[in-house]
């Protein structure tokens, strides 16, 4: 059996993690919203047209903050359109995902929701074929109390009142030759700048996100987050990252290692921002938001599909990755990825809730489901809040396609607020297991409350609707504890949640 050793020290703290690391993403896209959260035929729907077997799946998932309504639809999308009553919305062509999009859910009604699932909401201005007057506008509609044009437009449309959504997406991917309205990034910072001032002042309490690249793998990164941040650093508040990782090759070993571009790619955000802050010898500190992350690529063939057959229907299924075990085991590091960064990055949402590149299935008229990822997802989201703390990972490495240098068992730790002590590891090895030494002498007697695994031995294995629980967590064959010392095996290609407590 291989080994691995993780030192952890009470004192030695990254920073506080952000609940709002465990975010996630729901877009007027697919059946993300229609045929998702919303059908109002189904059997389990409210009396609103809410699933309640979705919203059951996603309030176990703990979810604090919703990024809405896109994502690339909202580049072309009028907020105006979605609200009022609804026999008068109109029905839009959406230029994003070649779809009619029929406004039926808007704001109030998608607010009705989210209060329902206990998040608060993520709100993305159009800042491609609209600018920083409506964006100003839909401030006002959503966080005025009244006696403006827009607040009381909401109240006569029945919300008395103020939503008070308190993170707003200053547009999204503006650097994407794909996104209507793309800019450079001149055009965008001077736009993101003079959008923040006016949300702002008219509600001083938001805090809002500017466009970052929409992947490290643009050849204007870092340059697009350079020009744009120098023209409205003051103003923004956090820098957005969207990375999606694929495996089409079938390299489990490489995939797996994609996690060290993730936190190369935060690492560079983070010393840029704070390039601009020493450029422009500011006291601010602009933070990161991870607000488009997952696995993304086992669709698109199929979409090509569907556009080629039925391109401007309603609710159309696209992006409906199935995901299996190996990409759960990616979930998992990038979530430990980002307890890792838990001092920079404040925002992270899982792309997406509900059928689009998602934890979490419907079938029409049917069933509701979790999808592999759901459950590394599910685990960070309960037991990874508290402190970030610094974990020294000592493993052996393999070399991989992009890296020479990836440990085999890849970890994280939090500490919540009565001392409990949370280890979230990946075994990246294929074959091996590995006893791993976690050293908690700085913590007191502590004991081994819970050991959670997840593995299955095909990685392409999948949960479905007639076999869901194909790909689900177990309970771990736990360990000892002696002299503050914690021995653990965990087998190769697994998931594991270890959970201490005092003793
Ligand atoms: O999440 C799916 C899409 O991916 C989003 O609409 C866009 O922002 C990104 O390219």
């Known amino acids: 059996m291989k080994k691995a050793g993780i030192i952890l020290d009470k004192d030695f703290v990254i920073g506080d993690i952000d609940k709002r690391i465990y975010g996630s993403f729901i877009e007027h896209l697919g059946r993300a919203v229609y045929g998702g959260i919303y059908e109002p035929d189904h059997p389990k729907a409210d009396e609103l047209g809410f699933r309640k077997d979705v919203a059951e799946l996603v309030k176990k998932l703990n979810v604090p903050i919703v990024r809405y309504p896109g994502g690339n639809f909202v580049s072309g999308f009028n907020w105006e359109d979605s609200v009022g009553p609804r026999d008068k919305r109109p029905k839009r062509l959406d230029l994003a995902w070649f779809t009619t999009e029929t406004n039926e859910v808007g704001l109030h009604e998608f607010a009705e929701w989210a209060e329902m699932a206990g998040s608060d909401i993520m709100y993305a201005v159009n800042l491609g074929t609209r600018g920083p007057e409506q964006a100003r506008d839909i401030v006002e509609y959503a966080n005025h109390p009244s006696g403006s044009r827009f607040s009381?437009?909401?109240?006569?449309?029945?919300?008395?009142?103020?939503?008070?959504i308190k993170l707003w997406c200053l547009g999204n991917e503006m650097d994407g030759p794909w996104q209507m309205g793309q800019k450079t990034a001149v055009e965008y910072g001077r736009t993101a700048?003079?959008?923040?001032?006016?949300?702002?002042?008219?509600?001083?309490?938001?805090?809002?996100?500017?466009?970052?690249?929409?992947?490290?793998?643009?050849?204007?990164?870092?340059?697009?987050?350079?020009?744009?941040?120098?023209?409205?650093?003051?103003?923004?508040?956090?820098?957005?990252?969207?990375?999606?990782?694929?495996?089409?090759?079938?390299?489990?070993?490489?995939?797996?290692?994609?996690?060290?571009?993730?936190?190369?790619?935060?690492?560079?955000?983070?010393?840029?921002?704070?390039?601009?802050?020493?450029?422009?010898?500011?006291?601010?500190?602009v933070n990161l938001s991870f607000d488009e992350w997952n696995v993304w690529y086992h669709s698109r063939q199929q979409d090509e599909e569907i556009w080629k057959q039925d391109k401007w229907n309603r609710a159309l299924p696209l992006l409906e990755d199935i995901y299996n075990f190996e990409d759960a085991l990616l979930a998992g590091s990038m979530l430990i990825t980002l307890i890792r960064n838990a001092d920079r990055v404040k925002v992270a949402c899982?792309?997406?809730?509900?059928?689009?590149?998602?934890?979490?299935?419907?079938?029409?008229?049917?069933g509701a489901w979790a999808q592999t990822i759901y459950y590394p997802f599910m685990h960070a989201s309960a037991f990874g809040r508290g402190k970030a703390l610094n974990a020294l990972v000592d493993s052996p490495v393999y070399a991989c396609i992009d890296y020479d240098d990836v440990p085999y068992i890849d970890a994280a730790a939090t500490m919540d607020d009565d001392g409990n002590v949370t280890v979230f590891a990946v075994n990246r090895d294929m074959k091996e297991d590995y006893e791993i030494t976690i050293d908690l002498r700085s913590f007191g007697n502590m004991t081994i409350s819970e050991h959670i695994i997840m593995h299955n031995d095909d990685v392409k294995a999948v949960n479905t609707e007639e076999n869901p629980d194909n790909v689900v967590p177990v309970k771990g064959q736990g360990g000892t504890v002696n002299d503050g010392k914690a021995v653990i095996k965990v087998g190769p290609l697994s998931w594991n949640v270890i959970r201490f407590k005092k003793a």
């Open 193 to 285: 700048n003079e959008a923040a001032k006016m949300m702002k002042w008219v509600d001083p309490s938001i805090e809002v996100v500017a466009c970052g690249s929409s992947s490290s793998e643009m050849p204007t990164f870092g340059s697009w987050e350079m020009e744009m941040l120098d023209l409205c650093y003051e103003n923004v508040d956090y820098v957005s990252l969207h990375r999606y990782y694929e495996n089409p090759t079938g390299d489990t070993p490489g995939f797996l290692a994609r996690t060290m571009d993730m936190d190369g790619f935060i690492k560079s955000v983070a010393a840029i921002c704070d390039a601009v802050k020493g450029k422009k010898h500011s006291k601010h500190v």
């Open 152 to 164: 009381d437009m909401r109240i006569a449309n029945g919300r008395k009142d103020p939503f008070n």
């Open 350 to 366: 899982l792309a997406q809730l509900v059928n689009v590149i998602a934890p979490i299935m419907t079938r029409n008229g049917g």
